[in-house]
């Protein structure tokens, strides 16, 4: 993936720079998205530029049963660790677990992706086991 340097003064972009023509009904050209990630990560590159041609996700087959069993759990995964991060019961003894664990080989190195591994985990076992 290539990486994007900015002149002095531009920190960064985000979003939709150039969006595609709509001519006769149908859009011409494609999207040039710019991401800016301020999320804490041990990657240093946290810009990105994407190009996106119009037409680019126009799906032609149905969903999956298998899609939607991944669509399922990832939604439930996501909203059980949204509603962990805020529940007082548990924060405490996630941040020591999360602290204890950080530096050990194959730890997680940010929070987030500790309760997602938790959660992952839970789920599995109930779905799964």
């Keep these: ?3 994007v340097v900015y002149a002095t003064g531009i920190d960064h972009v985000s979003g939709s720079l150039a969006k595609p023509k709509v001519k006769d009904g149908h859009s011409c050209g494609s999207y040039l998205i710019g991401t800016h990630r301020v999320a804490p990560t041990t990657n240093p ?5 994407f190009i996106r041609p119009a ?3 126009n799906r032609t087959t149905p969903v999956t049963t298998e899609e939607t069993r991944i669509r399922n759990r990832f939604s439930s995964i996501a909203a ?5 991060s805020k529940d007082l019961m548990k924060i405490s003894a996630d941040q020591a677990a999360f ?3 950080k530096d050990q080989p194959g730890g997680k190195k940010t929070m987030r992706s500790y309760l997602w591994k938790l959660e992952k985990e839970a789920y ?6």
């Design 45 to 49: 590159n946290c810009t990105r530029l």
């Design 124 to 129: 599995d076992a109930e779905h799964n086991g």
């Design 55 to 57: 037409d680019a996700y």
């Design 99 to 101: 602290a204890a664990q």
């Design 1 to 3: 993936m290539g990486k």
């Design 80 to 84: 059980s660790v949204a509603a962990r």
